[in-house]
Structures are given as C-alpha cells and as structure tokens.
C-alpha cells in the first residue's frame, strides 16, 4: 500500500486541510508525510538592469521564502508529530510550481501525492489555473485529491 505521502502546501486554507487530510491518511496506512513547499522565484522580468540590484532582490526573496516556508512546514511537522506520524519537511524555489512538485516527490521516494483544489468552475480554473488538475494530468504518481 501506500507508505510514503508527498503533500505540497503553500498557507492557504486549502493547504491546512491538506495537512489535517494527509495526516489522518498517514495514520490508518502507517505511512510517513514529507510535507512540500514549492516558493516562487523571482520573475525574470523583475530582474533590474543593474547587477548588484538584481543581487540584491535575489537574496531578499530568498530569505522571505525561507521564512514563510519553514513557518509552514513547521506548523504541519507539529501537527504531524502530535499524531505519531513521521514527518519530512522540504522546500524548493522555482519558477513552475507544477514540475517542481512532480519532480520533488519523485526524488523524495514518496508513493502518492496528496493534494486539495478550490473545486472551481470552468472559469475561475481558466483565469486561475489549477496546478491540481496539470499534476493528475502529467504525474507519474497516484494523486489522492481532497475537496
């Protein structure tokens, strides 16, 4: 069965149910959460003409990322612990969100994806997107979806 969980999160609302979700999964399987927060990088079109300003920017981005992400995933490693569940905490910065996270839960050995959506309407997933529907589409790993 399933023994390895790989759940992506970014802060929202969405993502803490993500986390109740998986951690409730992970304890009926025995299973293990690395749980996942993909930062987005710098667009290129923010990068300044000068070098030590583009630096600069870099560096700051970096260390909010760092931030936001180790505040996150220590929320989940805390609620994941108060269940008995084993917890995996990791963060990458990337431009596509979608490749990122396919890639990382493969590197990580992870057996299932465990991802929430907004469960929008056609239009709102068109001006919106939705990384959950490109992930099932495109991932070489089952994807368990919660609503």
Do not use: W
Not at 46 to 54: C, G, K, M, N, P
Not at 78 to 86: I, L, P, Q, S
Not at 106 to 133: L, P, Q
Request: with cysteine; aromatic share 6%.
């Amino acid at each position: 069965m399933y023994k390895h969980l790989f759940v992506p999160v970014d802060g929202s609302e969405l993502s803490h149910r993500a986390m109740d979700g998986s951690i409730a999964l992970a304890k009926q399987l025995g299973a293990k959460i690395t749980g996942f927060v993909v930062e987005p990088d710098l667009p290129i079109t923010a990068a300044a003409s000068r070098t030590d300003s583009l630096m600069h920017q870099l560096k700051d981005n970096e260390t909010k990322n760092e931030a936001h992400a180790s505040a996150l995933l220590g929320q989940f490693e805390k609620r994941a612990k108060a269940a008995d569940v084993e917890f995996i905490a990791h963060h990458v910065t990337a431009y596509i969100i979608d490749q990122a996270i396919m890639e990382e839960a493969e590197k990580s050995g992870c057996d299932m994806i465990v991802m929430v959506t907004h469960g929008r309407n056609a239009i709102g997933e068109f001006i919106f997107g939705s990384h959950t529907k490109r992930i099932i589409a495109k991932s070489n790993l089952p994807v368990l979806v919660l609503h």
